[in-house]
């Protein structure tokens, strides 16, 4: 039997047809034009919402210089490669916000690899540069990864991190920027075949190639292997801009060769005089990194290469005061905590900077001396030892690198 009128009410908010301008009648419940209204309201609240977190809306389209005056606050030097970063960037965002027409233009991505030494800042480019970005942004090592079904971790885990970093959300991550650290270590380990398969090497190189170029990628959420019964994320990198760096030790005699056979019986390349023997790495070719053991279809996909120079004594001094979070502001701040002013000698900057050019350790280097020389002050200070300022002299900073284990490391 129908219900009476007087006896239907609003299914949400149970308000009675006297009580409703108008009451709309489904095929089991009924909705009052305020509910209608206020459902309306929260739609456009949350599809305001929606609009915000959307990639489209959250990139900010920076200029390339504006992207490279940041990274210059924190990485002193490299130049080249910085604005090889900044442009790459903001040809990332372009393609972002590009909007696909038909009979149109398509931009396609540029991934990057960057050569340099150990030291250089290739690391602390790439993680200063995720500081700048609204897009979600990722680290992940080459060392850790194996060819399927070997131990280690499916190349998939790459984009495993980038969804974690975006929080999971599938369209964010599919804009995102994935560094590739240690990408030389993936090389292939020799030229001879052999019977053994090369699962670290490359093997990886292989499973890599699509998802640099762009393709659809099964990846399961919390990372690790696959399973036939676990849940997958299905993720669309061809919007994924890769950007690979590694150190290439030993790439310098490859390039060397090369650079030796352009003189041919008496004919001399007049260039040839000019040649920066202290940084070869500035005339690396794809030539060169597929005589270190990368596959061409890799080093195709990967066609922007640009390198870090090594740093000399004015850089590695510039490095250990100027930046934003230089390693003498880093030990101020500390003092600070404890409310002990640290200030140092002019000469002891000299001293840990000559240290380090003879370790060769780069940019790491010197904070390996610096540890050397402030372990006992830091030791004693939170227990009261030391007067609420600290001046770090000379005689000082040579005695506690003399009595540390770091004399005794010899550079060949």
């Known amino acids: 039997m129908a219900k009476g009128n007087k006896d239907i009410k609003c299914s949400f908010c149970g308000s009675g047809k006297q009580d409703t301008l108008m009451l709309i009648a489904g095929l089991d419940a009924h909705i009052c034009d305020k509910c209608v209204a206020q459902a309306n309201q929260i739609l456009a609240e949350e599809l305001t919402v929606r609009k915000a977190k959307s990639p489209q809306s959250s990139v900010t389209l ?7 005056n940041h990274l210059d606050q924190y990485v002193i030097g490299q130049d080249q490669a910085k604005k090889v970063l900044a442009v790459a960037v903001y040809n990332h965002y372009k393609r972002l916000n590009q909007k696909i027409e038909k009979d149109e233009v398509e931009i396609e991505k540029s991934n ?37 079904g070997y ?15 975006a929080d999971y959300d599938v369209a964010a991550a599919e804009r995102g920027i994935v560094y590739i650290d240690e990408v030389d270590k993936i090389a292939r380990k020799s030229d001879n075949p052999s019977i053994t398969r090369d699962v670290s090497g490359e093997g990886v190189q292989q499973a890599l190639l699509k998802i640099l170029e762009g393709t659809m990628v099964n990846v399961p959420p919390q990372g690790g292997r ?8 299905a993720v669309n990198t061809n919007n994924i801009l890769f950007i690979a760096g590694g150190a290439f030790d030993g790439i310098e005699k490859k390039i060397a060769n090369r650079l030796r056979t352009q003189t041919v019986g008496y004919k001399v390349d007049k260039d040839e005089f000019n040649i920066d023997l202290k940084n070869l790495y500035k005339y690396i070719t794809p030539q060169d990194l597929k005589s270190f053991g990368l596959i061409p279809e890799l080093i195709g996909r990967l066609p922007v290469i640009t390198h870090l120079n090594p740093l000399d004594r004015e850089t590695l001094l510039s490095i250990l005061v100027e930046p934003k979070n230089s390693l003498i502001k880093q ?10 002013k640290l200030d140092f000698d002019a000469e002891v900057m000299e001293f840990i900077v000559d240290k380090a050019m003879e370790f060769k350790l780069g ?11 402030m372990i006992d002050a830091m030791y004693e200070t939170p227990s009261g030892k030391h007067s ?7 005689d000082y900073a040579t005695d506690k690198f003399e009595k540390s284990d770091l004399k005794k490391l010899k550079v060949a």
Do not use: W
């Open 226 to 233: 696959k399973h036939p019964d676990q849940k997958m994320i």
């Open 151 to 165: 131990v280690g971790e499916d190349v998939e885990s790459i984009l495993t991190r980038l969804l974690q970093a």
């Open 388 to 394: 609420k300022e600290l001046f770090i002299t000379l």
């Open 363 to 373: 940019a790491r280097g010197l904070r390996s001396i610096c540890e050397a020389i």
């Open 62 to 68: 920076l200029k390339p210089m504006e992207i490279k």
């Open 331 to 340: 030990y101020k701040k500390l003092f600070e905590y404890e409310n002990v």
């Open 112 to 148: 990057i690899i960057m050569v340099g030494e150990t030291g250089t800042g290739k690391t602390l480019l790439a993680k200063t540069i995720a500081k700048v970005l609204n897009v979600p942004f990722c680290i992940c090592d080459a060392t850790v990864l194996t060819e399927a």
